[in-house]
């Protein structure tokens, strides 16, 4: 069964700092069951990026991609999106 999706208060200004820097983004939000919430590309740079709040953890599917090493970017502010990689 599909989970709600919920999109986190702080998702759209770290989704508009990450255009302003030149990211192009996908928003992903809207397919929930733990799918990252943002697909970000900068020239050759592919980021699989999670929004999360100050205090917002991982879904247990998300940790379990992130060990098998998959590369999702938590990113909790602005400042977090200006300093992505």
Do not use: F, Y
């Not at 928003?27 to 970000?40: E, I, K, Q």
């Not at 060990?67 to 970017?73: K, N, Q």
């Amino acid at each position: 069964m599909r989970r709600a999706a919920k999109v986190d208060a702080n998702h759209q200004a770290i989704r508009s700092a990450l255009r302003r820097c030149g990211w192009k983004v996908i928003d992903l939000s809207r397919a929930g069951n733990g799918v990252p919430d943002l697909l970000a590309l900068k020239g050759e740079s592919l980021r699989l990026v999670e929004v999360k709040s100050d205090k917002g953890k991982l879904t247990a599917w998300q940790a379990l991609l992130q060990l098998e090493g998959w590369p999702i970017h938590i990113l909790r502010s602005v400042d977090d999106a200006i300093a992505l990689r």
